[in-house]
């Protein structure tokens, strides 16, 4: 309602808008916008037709001959649904919603789907509220699925602790679409009563519920699909894909900074599987968005691996539309949103113009100003002092024990079991691994040792550790890590390179040690220096060294994590 609007005004109003619409649709008035003489995507009949498109108050109200005020030729281009991001944690970005928005909207990106479970696992259910103030009133709708698994599961360390009671009143707003990614398949498959009643919770609302479930198969993903997982982002093959997808779940097709799944399901891009296939990023660095773009680079890397650009373009826009059922985007019709974008061609796919909900937001190489949101002070404070723990010492991270070692697997999560080591040793590339605890002030450390990583001096740490971000560290020796732990302690959050006892880059994260309050260039230029000082200590290339630790300690991908408690077997579900 507007600010002092009563419901019958409100009615009114409506009716009003509603009969405005009617009447340009029949052409009697001319409408807000009118796309000329456009070649637009049409994702009922899969095939391009051609026409103008008319807009009236956000909505397209009809293709064929209108005209307007306010024309734009678009006979040039090719105009395509607002692209959709199905799965995307906007914290992976290291920038603020703001400055995501800045960054995407100039790649067609017009609706993401985000769930905030990284800084939940920080903040609890203030991380929920400082991302929806952060996202409110953006260019690019920002909806939210609820974290299922704060913590991820009973192993992990986090800032909080959530049930299904804590988060059922936000199922409610506007914005939220469901359960996001149901992470503890293991306790869904072994019926654990909060996990199941999370899952019923969001049902009760009518909402979906998303899956995380790698690897899995036979009985036990039968089990996981009649809980009620709807989807699943974390298909690293063709086989378990299709399972998953004969037995009912939709599949987001994962192309990120840290894992990339399209050329191992390209084939779901067919006429006989592509309509249960979406597009998603799940995290997204700087580096990447800059250079690369956002599901605008999965549909030009898909269309140049063989996909059907209908089918790539589908699968990036009305698929997620409509699984998310978000009835009114996803399409170029009469009565949805004006959510549009021109592409050049369908080999390169670049973006010339976005409009949302009937605005121009991106033209000319120029992306409109917008306003930043405004975040209530009490939750500004609270994501800026989110670290409590002691300093760490190199005594503190002493072990006399042979203990498990996690073996790298290139562009993948998922790890091997590498047995146990009595040591570090260089020269086999075996470094030690440590994840403290930063949260409560426990003084819990976990160590383990890591096979593939490449490091020969210093130290790496970062407070972005999955999903409890605790500090983790990598090093060659003990006061290394301890100085790159204590680096990323004082900055409260960040990433640290350190070597000989000195940083030699470090990138603060101020809120919540997840994300940065400067600018996505500034943050880029950061990242990619402490990226560089890292390599020159070691790291191999291929590795991103920041992303590929991050995901070290998440409990819930095989085979081996290491938590503040030691060295986690996932598949196991036990310590080694």
């Known amino acids: 309602m507007l600010p002092n609007e009563t419901h019958v005004e409100k009615v009114q109003r409506k009716l009003e808008k509603k009969q405005r619409a009617v009447r340009i649709a029949l052409g009697l008035e001319k409408a807000d916008l009118v796309l000329k003489n456009a070649n637009y995507l049409n994702v009922f009949s899969n095939e391009f037709c051609r026409g103008d498109i008319a807009v009236a108050d956000g909505l397209i109200v009809g293709m064929g001959e209108y005209t307007s005020d306010t024309e734009l030729d678009a006979s040039q281009g090719i105009v395509c649904p607002g692209f959709i991001d199905a799965h995307i944690h906007l914290e992976s970005s290291l920038v603020t919603p703001w400055e995501f928005a800045r960054a995407v909207i100039p790649h067609g990106t017009t609706t993401v789907i985000t769930d905030p479970h990284e800084i939940t696992n920080v903040m609890g259910l203030q991380g929920i509220d400082y991302m929806l103030a952060a996202s409110a009133g953006l260019p690019m709708d920002v909806h939210f699925m609820l974290p299922s698994c704060v913590p991820a599961t009973p192993q992990d360390e986090s800032g909080a602790e959530l049930d299904y009671r804590s988060i059922d009143p936000y199922f409610d707003h506007p914005r939220v679409l469901g359960l996001a990614e149901m992470m503890n398949y293991v306790g869904v498959v072994n019926q654990d009563a909060q996990s199941i009643r999370k899952i019923l919770c969001s049902q009760a609302h009518h909402k979906k519920i998303d899956g995380h479930a790698p690897g899995l198969t036979g009985h036990a993903l039968n089990a996981y699909i009649a809980a009620g997982v709807y989807s699943d982002h974390e298909c690293f093959t063709l086989d378990n894909a299709l399972e998953k997808l004969r037995k009912g779940q ?19 891009l067919s006429p006989q599987f592509y309509s249960r296939v979406m597009f998603a990023t799940d995290d997204k660095h700087p580096s990447d968005l800059m250079r690369g773009g956002h599901i605008d680079h999965i549909v030009r890397k898909a269309v ?15 698929n997620a539309a409509r699984y998310f059922l978000m009835n009114n985007k996803g399409a170029i019709a009469p009565g949805y949103l004006a959510d549009l ?77 590498l047995g146990f080591e009595p040591h570090a040793d260089i020269q086999r590339d075996i470094l030690k691994l440590c994840v403290v605890e ?29 999903d409890s971000h605790n500090i983790i560290a990598v090093g060659v020796d003990d006061a ?48 990619e220096a402490a990226k560089s000082d890292a390599v020159s200590l070691g790291v191999k290339p291929g590795i991103d060294p920041f992303m590929t630790l991050s995901f070290l300690s998440l409990p819930v991908i095989p085979a081996l994590r290491v938590t503040t408690r030691g060295v986690f077997h996932v598949e196991r579900q036990e310590y080694l």
């Open 480 to 527: 290394d890590i301890a100085t790159a732990v204590n680096q990323v302690r004082q900055m409260g959050g960040g990433i640290a390179v350190v070597c000989g006892g000195k940083a030699l880059h470090s990138l603060p994260l101020s809120i919540a040690g997840l994300i940065s309050d400067q600018p996505l260039e500034h943050v880029n230029m950061q990242l």
């Open 341 to 417: 974008i021109v592409i050049n061609n369908l080999q390169d796919f670049h973006v010339e113009t976005v409009i949302k909900k009937g605005k121009i937001v991106y033209a000319d190489g120029q992306t409109a100003p917008f306003p930043k949101p405004d975040i209530p002070s009490p939750l500004r404070e609270d994501a800026i002092n989110t670290m409590h723990l002691p300093a760490v010492t190199a005594d503190d991270l002493q072990t006399s024990r042979p203990l498990a070692c996690l073996g790298l697997i290139p562009r993948e999560l998922i790890t091997s079991d």
């Open 250 to 268: 939709f599949i987001m097709i994962r192309e990120g900074t840290a894992a990339h799944n399209l050329e191992a399901l390209l084939p779901l």
């Open 438 to 466: 930063r949260h409560r002030n426990t003084g819990h450390i976990g160590i383990g040792y890591l096979h593939g990583y490449g490091l020969k001096q210093g130290a790496v740490a970062t407070s972005i550790a999955h």
């Open 304 to 318: 140049a691996l063989g996909a059907d650009p209908i089918l790539a373009l589908k699968a990036a826009t009305h």
